[in-house]
């Protein structure tokens, strides 16, 4: 198998080594986390896997139009962190924002119906799956152009300080992020203001098509800046939720204390491809390999079973997430298309579009 | 009763609203002890400190995502990008995210931001440091607009542009920065979405904004010294746009020129133009007639920048021909 | 002679220019081994290299920056930006820097780019990756800008613009990607600042610009049907214009409706308008009409994107009851 | 005297703590340059000091137009690289370019003319003093708007390497431009493509009116920043041209030889205001003062002799170049106002401007 320089040579980068995942760390047993908070991040793991999976279905049914992208294989990350925050805490997440907006409690029937651009969606059909947001939950929105939510999760943060409440800001971005100048902006005034922001990147290893490594000046690109902000690097097993708890629970926390913002690498993979149909095929099998092995909902399950907890109760916990996605279907096939009446509300505060007498 | 300058009158109606809500902030570059590169904000950090007057490192992304942010959390911001040619280094803030968010969501955030940014040319800074840029933020959807050409308004249209729930692009003329008026005493506001007739006419309008505003008012009396009776129309906001008033003065005076310091592609005379070309076709006597800086970049050398933006020279020699 | 798809005819443009010229490269995200997101560049690494066709960060300004500045030592680049609305994240390369330096240089820099990117509706993916934005950048000056409607247009158009000595925008639009159209063997070359009259009318005249070409071309169909001759121009380049053509057009059917996909403020349609009232005022008979998107941002459900753009059913109507 | 936490508190920066130069490094006596090359920069800074009071001189009189910013104190950076440089390398630079253009050759005269915005000015009297280039000295261009050129020298080098020459970009910035996306953007390309370029931040410790460490979250905004690129960090004094010599000689022979591109860090101060006739009273006077008395002219005049060299010479250089800035005085006023045909020339490369048929 041949290596690539970054400079020139292999450009069918399935043939690249492939890049593995650490092994598991069992250790991760131990954190002291309540077995209930553990059942609940694993029912979330499960709320979200199934979700995604659902809308896959649909989406191959022709019922989802538009662009989704799915991040099956990173749903410790959403779950870890959405355990840990507060109900009046931030987030801010990417066009890869499904588990973001469903582990702030956001409901999945409108969630769903929103990919299919109905009426009774989370943004009645406006937005769309690449700008879910749910204000309700401090789901503060998706967006889908790289870079720019890194500087309005430092605004909400420094909101947060001049309304004088300590709510904490969570901004999560995937590794080709940290390579757009936004990024570096963000971190900076973050730092220099001391901002309770934490940012989080899910590094899976991929942009869209392109490894990370082939376009980044440093091996782990979020954790190997964050000394050019005055920042500890911190790299995390973004496909254990005990793992994600333990760092959100300590970066959350100092932010809360006003200690100022982190940044976090959380290592993951994204199962499949970017977006909707993309098959994925420029990735070296063996990575692929690698990473399904290390999935992180069968790891948990494990652990759960060794902690104790009988196999029934996880059953249990799966089925009844399958209710709630059925019913989340259900919801989201029976919305309306979005009619006439909607296109020109929403532009302005007073609800109405007109930009003239 | 006070005598402002254009350039305090920034300040003047920053201090208004700051007093008014003590929840508005202010954020961008050497805008605190410094008082700002066009020192229109002078005295504001003495008043309201450096928590609510903030500088910022040169981050204009930064800053507009830090005002969006704080926005759609429930505090206002007043946001200054130093130079309107610097709205390109932050142009995805402002045109898809602080613009298009509100209908993204459904409604479900509120973004109340305004952008202050010192616009326009005859400083002879060159291409960088002199564009009208009016038209680049008038043609995204979910921004508004405002240009003010005197103290008054400076003061009138900023408050209102703070109190407006909606984000608003705050354009101030740096060529307009010593010019005088007397303001009144106690609180002053306008509205948005209102021109104003400067000068009445009967043969033609001239609508211009900013520092085309006194040039056509000059332009409109040597008119008058050849028997042209120009009404002029100082347009103030782009968004929301009062077309009433310019298509009542066209259907008055049968005849549109347009006075465009932006380059003449897509300049906001041409959205005017072609509202009056369908609406009032039919109250038209001749051509619309568009007077604008030339397409092209803005040159440095002052002989070179005052040939490019239109002059008294041109708009009174314009009009005449045209109507001839 | 080939069938090419809108698609394969960008790859098949760009092939037969590197051929030509040796030193020409291309750079952007995931246009290498995958072919970029619209599999427009599929296959030209295989051919050329990944030295000459690059895949790069996500870092838009580096980009253009990297562009420029090979372009000005004397190698011509294509730059690739995935999507028109990413424009936004390198507007100050593109507009302060790529469009201006020749000018501000007083003619010392030569700068042979062409930046091709996907823009317009249709694919339901909301208001940040669905723009059309043209307008965006025909208000530049110091920007050429071509929007082609048909595979053999891509072709010999991006031919045209990669020989251009100058920065060129080339608008692919993505809900054309799948049109089809036999291309004649051997070299094809276009020209710059030609608009194509496309049907010819008598009754008036409907501008339109790529993806509105087709569907304007439907509706005067539906028109004719109706008693209505309409002419429909394909503008195919809005920087240079050719106004020619339209003044011409015009000065026949003494009508003109503009079809444009961008957002109704300062679109490229009010230029036209503001061109024919002034230029051709004496030629019409009607009111000049623009149709437009709304000036709204872009709704991503199916149902909101397709009443929010132009549509064959708007287009006849609004042609139909104007002319009564 | 009272020091600031960066987050709140003294906005008058003037009663800050001042922040001091290094002291003068005698051992740089030692550095093995010919004493050639020496003399010629000790004429360079002459150059350079002299103009830039001229320009000066010449706009309190109301003759030069518009905006400049002037490097006074700063001369030894641009001497220093200038005198490394090979004649067809680039150099990229910034409204503060007057220095970096006249250090590579370019005639002081038809400089002074583009300050007074004349015909025979470098650029026509279309760019102004902002804006300085002459591609024939391989002087790429002096940009305005913080950033880009960074990125714009990134395509020279990519150029260089594309054509098989082995010319070097170099690209001069200030303290502050560290803190914008446009400079994150470049250094990881640079890095990651191997890039033929040296970036040399010129770190006067003000960006306009506002010190630099109350909005960078690390001490050396540049060489701190370095291993986020995996560079390495480096810092000069920047008022020491024999150091800049060194250190310019190091970084550019590494990109000549294909080794990648470097970030300098050249510690300076700016004597005078931001531009024109700023005042700088934002300024601590012990701070001036102090940097002042490290001014780099005056060193590298004592250095000469303590080499040997007899005042007299240096006498003879200075009046020689008061002869060229005289002469190129002479030749600015001398020039034509731009008339009415330049101004639509020069937008496209057919000499014209015509945007329609
Ligand atoms: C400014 C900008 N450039 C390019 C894109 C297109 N794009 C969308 S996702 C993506 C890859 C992002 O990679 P990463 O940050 O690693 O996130 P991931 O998709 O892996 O979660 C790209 C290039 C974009 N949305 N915005
Ligand atoms: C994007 C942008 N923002 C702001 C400015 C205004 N501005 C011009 S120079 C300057 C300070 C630059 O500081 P630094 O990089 O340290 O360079 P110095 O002027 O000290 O040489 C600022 C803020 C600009 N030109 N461009
Ligand atoms: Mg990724
Ligand atoms: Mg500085």
């Given at each position: ?17 492939p ?11 131990n ?12 029912e ?29 294989g ?6 870890g962190f959405?355990?840990?925050m ?13 588990a ?20 009774n ?14 204000v309700?939950h ?17 605004g ?9 409440t ?9 590794d ?13 005034l ?21 490894p ?8 782990n ?18 496909n ?11 970066a ?8 100022g ?16 149909a ?6 070296p ?40 996605v ?5 919801f ?8 006439e009446?909607?296109?020109?509300t929403?532009v302005?505060a ?8 | ?35 700002g590169?066009?020192k ?28 969006m ?10 946001a ?9 280094v ?16 459904g ?19 060159g ?5 009208s840029?009016?038209?680049?933020v ?10 003010p050409?005197?103290p ?16 608003v692009?705050?354009?101030?003329h740096k ?5 005088k ?51 002029v ?8 746009l ?8 066209v ?5 549109l ?11 906001w ?14 109250d038209?006597d ?22 490019a933006i ?5 708009i ?5 021909k045209?109507m001839?």
């Amino acid at each position: 198998m041949s290596t690539q320089t970054r400079d020139e040579g292999l450009y069918d980068y399935a043939l690249r080594e492939p890049r593995l995942p650490a092994p598991e760390n069992r250790e991760n047993d131990n954190i002291g986390i309540p077995i209930e908070a553990r059942l609940e991040m694993y029912e979330m793991q499960q709320l979200l896997r199934q979700f995604e999976k659902r809308a896959y279905d649909m989406f191959l049914q022709n019922l989802v139009k538009g662009t989704s992208h799915l991040s099956l294989g990173q749903e410790a990350v959403a779950t870890g962190f959405g355990r840990v925050m507060r109900p009046d805490d931030f987030t801010f997440a990417t066009y890869r924002g499904h588990a973001h907006t469903l582990s702030r409690g956001a409901d999945p029937g409108a969630v769903l119906a929103e990919l299919l651009g109905r009426e009774n969606g989370i943004l009645k059909g406006k937005g769309g799956s690449m700008h879910l947001t749910s204000v309700e939950h401090g789901m503060m929105g998706s967006y889908a152009i790289i870079g720019a939510h890194l500087t309005i999760a430092n605004g909400a943060a420094w909101s947060a300080r001049m309304r004088g409440t300590d709510q904490v800001a969570v901004c999560f971005f995937g590794d080709g992020t940290t390579n757009i100048g936004a990024f570096h902006e963000a971190l900076n005034l973050a730092a220099i203001w001391d901002l309770p922001v934490v940012f989080v990147c899910e590094n899976n290893l991929w942009m869209e098509y392109t490894p990370i490594d082939l376009i980044t000046a440093v091996a782990n690109p979020a954790a190997d800046r964050a000394s050019a902000y005055g920042l500890e690097g911190i790299v995390v097993d973004g496909n254990d939720a005990d793992a994600v708890y333990q760092v959100a629970t300590q970066a959350i926390g100092r932010a809360r204390r006003g200690e100022g913002p982190s940044l976090i690498e959380a290592q993951t993979y994204r199962e499949q491809g970017h977006s909707r149909a993309d098959p994925a095929k420029y990735r070296p099998p063996a990575e692929v390999q690698a990473w399904k092995e290390r999935d992180p909902i069968p790891m948990y399950h494990e652990r759960l079973l060794r902690l104790g907890v009988p196999e029934g109760d996880l059953s249990t916990i799966q089925q009844d997430v399958a209710r709630r996605v059925d019913e989340a279907t259900e919801f989201a096939k029976g919305g309306a298309v979005p009619g006439e009446q909607h296109l020109l509300t929403d532009v302005w505060a007073d609800g109405g579009s007109a930009w003239r007498n | 009763m006070a005598e402002l300058t254009y350039r305090n009158a920034v300040a003047y109606g920053i201090a208004q609203e700051m007093r008014r809500d003590p929840s508005l902030v202010m954020l961008g570059e050497d805008i605190a002890g410094a008082g700002g590169v066009f020192k229109t904000t002078v005295g504001l950090v003495d008043e309201f400190g450096p928590d609510r007057i903030r500088d910022t490192p040169i981050s204009e992304q930064a800053i507009l995502g830090a005002a969006m942010g704080a926005a759609m959390t429930g505090i206002p911001v007043i946001a200054e990008i130093m130079f309107s040619d610097f709205i390109a280094v932050c142009f995805d803030l402002l045109a898809n995210e602080i613009a298009k968010s509100r209908y993204m969501t459904g409604g479900q955030v509120t973004i109340p931001i305004v952008v202050r940014t010192a616009n326009g040319g005859g400083s002879r800074f060159g291409a960088q440091h002199s564009q009208s840029v009016e038209n680049w933020v008038m043609m995204i959807p979910g921004l508004k607009v405002v240009a003010p050409s005197t103290p008054l308004d400076v003061v009138g249209l900023l408050a209102a542009s703070i109190r407006d729930p909606d984000p608003v692009v705050f354009l101030e003329h740096k060529s307009l920065m010593a010019d005088k008026q007397d303001v009144p005493d106690g609180e002053i506001l306008d509205k948005l979405g209102a021109a104003r007739v400067v000068r009445e006419g009967t043969d033609c309008t001239i609508a211009a904004l900013a520092l085309m505003v006194p040039r056509a008012l000059e332009a409109a009396d040597r008119l008058e010294d050849q028997g042209i009776s120009a009404e002029v129309i100082d347009v103030r906001t782009l968004v929301p746009l009062d077309t009433q008033t310019i298509l009542g003065s066209v259907s008055k005076t049968s005849r549109l020129f347009t006075v465009e310091e932006n380059p003449r592609l897509c300049g906001w005379g041409a959205e005017i133009a072609s509202i009056v070309a369908d609406e009032a076709f039919w109250d038209l006597d001749g051509p619309v007639v568009r007077i604008t800086t030339p397409h092209i970049p803005l040159p440095a050398a002052e002989a070179l920048e005052d040939m490019a933006i239109p002059s008294v020279d041109r708009i009174t020699e314009t009009v005449t021909k045209r109507m001839g």
